[in-house]
């Protein structure tokens, strides 16, 4: 596969009558942080967004290789609180719903460093990851999780089901955006999926991402943005019949669907119906040109407040180096010249540079002996979390800049 390929058709349902709706610019990948040292040519990709007018499905113009993008990975979810009570707790529904008995097996597919099928593994059943990162991966194994360092596939999935695998409960969580070939996925899914099995999807929510102005979440790993219209079609075309949709915080608002193979019946909960009667209001082409307005006028809002700022001789850090904060700084334009440092919880992170805008990033250590006067929370996904951790920092006059859904200083 070349590095990058612009996509003529619907991800989902095949359409090629296609609307671009906003347009980023070139930047880097997110998670391209760079070494301080590192002098070679950064290579920029396009980042757009369509929305297909036949299935409302939401992709990015431009499809970025997965070897480029996950060989070497520094999302880690198991250093946020946040994020540990949330897998706890999905691990925790799915053991419900599914009715898991002991030996069940669970597949996690993007299983990271294996910390929601360690909650799986604790309570007495079998597991198994994939994922390609092999960084990752290792990591997993050490806590005796087996994982497979591969992208999932409908390939592997036969491989696995001539192993006589078939898991009870196959989980997802922000992975399936990620994937350039859906139904190839969900062809692997319908067949590794054990008959009285749920497959469990859990992906950042178009609506809440368009009305909550969350653009920085727009970004090459992220190919599809989806709402429950799409989504429902292509499972049915694998015969995986969507039973139940639970609407979730975490990352700005996701959703967690589960389905079922359409050969084991199950009643389909309220949310279902209810859902796509509230994405009937949403799926118009104007709800999507009016997101763009929004977006620009974050981007002069946000520009207009860090200026004034500066102009008055105070100092900037951001906080946290999410991949979305490098989206928001490479469209904003925000560079060394504006945030001094960025502050990050996570080690592989420390000591690298933000990708497009060479913002040396360091421990959330440093701010026990520096004092700046703002920091622009870059992982405004986490405020509840950081405030709190930060209370010191805010008690010594310290303010935090909230740039998503509206610039605020709090
Ligand atoms: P965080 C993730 O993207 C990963 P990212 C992925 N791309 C995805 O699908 C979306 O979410 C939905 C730091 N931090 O987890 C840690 C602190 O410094 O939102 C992280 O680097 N201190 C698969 O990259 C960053 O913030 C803290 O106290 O946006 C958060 O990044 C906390 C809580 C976090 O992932």
Same mark, same amino acid.
């Given at each position: 596969?070349?590095?990058?390929?612009?996509?003529?058709?619907?991800?989902?349902?095949?359409?090629?009558?296609?609307?671009?709706?906003?347009?980023?610019?070139?930047?880097?990948?997110?998670?391209?942080?760079?070494? %301080?040292?590192?002098?070679? %040519?950064?290579?920029?990709?396009?980042?757009?967004?369509?929305?297909?007018?036949?299935?409302?499905?939401?992709?990015?113009?431009?499809?970025?290789?997965?070897?480029?993008?996950?060989?070497?990975?520094?999302?880690?979810?198991?250093?946020?609180?946040?994020?540990?009570?949330?897998?706890?707790?999905?691990?925790?529904?799915?053991?419900?719903?599914?009715?898991?008995?002991?030996?069940?097996?669970?597949?996690?597919?993007?299983?990271?460093?294996?910390?929601?099928?360690?909650?799986?593994?604790?309570?007495?059943?079998?597991?198994?990851?994939?994922?390609?990162?092999?960084?990752?991966?290792?990591?997993?194994?050490?806590?005796?999780?087996?994982?497979?360092?591969?992208?999932?596939?409908?390939?592997?999935?036969?491989?696995?089901?001539?192993?006589?695998?078939?898991?009870?409960?196959?989980?997802?969580?922000?992975?399936?955006?990620?994937?350039?070939?859906?139904?190839?996925?969900?062809?692997?899914?319908?067949?590794?999926?054990?008959?009285?099995?749920?497959?469990?999807?859990?992906?950042?929510?178009?609506?809440?991402?368009?009305?909550?102005?969350?653009?920085?979440?727009?970004?090459?790993?992220?190919?599809?943005?989806?709402?429950?219209? %799409?989504?429902?079609?292509?499972?049915?075309?694998?015969?995986?019949?969507?039973?139940?949709?639970?609407?979730?915080?975490?990352?700005?608002?996701?959703?967690?669907?589960?389905?079922?193979?359409?050969?084991?019946?199950?009643?389909?909960?309220?949310?279902?119906?209810?859902?796509?009667?509230?994405?009937?209001?949403?799926?118009?082409?104007?709800?999507?040109?009016?997101?763009?307005?929004?977006?620009?006028?974050?981007?002069?809002?946000?520009?207009?407040?860090?200026?004034?700022?500066?102009?008055?001789?105070?100092?900037?850090?951001?906080?946290?180096?999410?991949?979305?904060?490098?989206?928001?700084?490479?469209?904003?334009?925000?560079?060394?010249?504006?945030?001094?440092?960025?502050?990050?919880?996570?080690?592989?992170?420390?000591?690298?540079?933000?990708?497009?805008?060479?913002?040396?990033?360091?421990?959330?250590?440093?701010?026990?002996?520096?004092?700046?006067?703002?920091?622009?929370?870059?992982?405004?996904?986490?405020?509840?979390?950081?405030?709190?951790?930060?209370?010191?920092?805010?008690?010594?006059?310290?303010?935090?800049?909230?740039?998503?859904?509206?610039?605020?200083?709090?």
């Amino acid at each position: 596969m070349n590095d990058v390929y612009e996509r003529i058709n619907c991800r989902a349902c095949k359409g090629t009558d296609l609307h671009k709706f906003l347009d980023l610019g070139e930047m880097p990948i997110p998670n391209g942080f760079r070494d %301080p040292y590192d002098k070679s %040519p950064e290579i920029k990709y396009p980042l757009a967004v369509n929305v297909c007018k036949t299935c409302w499905m939401v992709q990015l113009t431009h499809v970025v290789s997965p070897e480029i993008m996950y060989k070497n990975y520094s999302y880690i979810p198991s250093t946020s609180k946040t994020m540990l009570e949330h897998f706890e707790r999905l691990a925790r529904g799915v053991i419900f719903k599914s009715k898991l008995a002991p030996d069940d097996l669970v597949l996690d597919i993007g299983s990271n460093d294996g910390t929601l099928l360690s909650f799986f593994k604790d309570n007495g059943h079998r597991v198994l990851g994939i994922d390609p990162a092999s960084n990752l991966s290792q990591v997993a194994r050490k806590k005796g999780i087996n994982t497979i360092d591969d992208l999932f596939s409908s390939k592997l999935a036969r491989e696995l089901v001539d192993c006589k695998l078939k898991p009870k409960a196959i989980t997802a969580t922000n992975v399936f955006a990620h994937v350039d070939d859906l139904n190839d996925f969900c062809d692997g899914i319908s067949a590794l999926l054990h008959p009285d099995g749920f497959f469990v999807v859990e992906v950042p929510y178009l609506p809440d991402l368009i009305c909550g102005n969350e653009f920085d979440t727009i970004y090459h790993e992220h190919l599809s943005y989806f709402s429950l219209t %799409p989504l429902i079609n292509l499972f049915r075309a694998h015969d995986l019949i969507i039973v139940d949709v639970e609407k979730i915080l975490v990352h700005g608002g996701s959703v967690r669907v589960f389905a079922v193979k359409e050969n084991r019946w199950y009643s389909q909960y309220e949310s279902v119906g209810k859902t796509l009667q509230e994405e009937t209001a949403f799926n118009h082409i104007e709800t999507f040109d009016a997101f763009a307005g929004r977006v620009e006028a974050i981007r002069l809002g946000l520009m207009s407040t860090l200026d004034h700022i500066k102009a008055q001789d105070q100092r900037i850090i951001g906080y946290g180096a999410p991949a979305k904060g490098n989206v928001l700084l490479n469209y904003c334009g925000i560079g060394p010249d504006i945030l001094d440092y960025i502050v990050d919880s996570i080690p592989q992170k420390q000591g690298k540079r933000t990708p497009g805008t060479s913002i040396p990033i360091e421990s959330e250590w440093y701010l026990e002996v520096d004092d700046p006067d703002y920091a622009l929370l870059l992982a405004w996904n986490f405020k509840e979390e950081i405030l709190e951790k930060q209370k010191e920092f805010r008690a010594n006059g310290g303010k935090f800049i909230i740039p998503i859904p509206n610039v605020s200083i709090e």
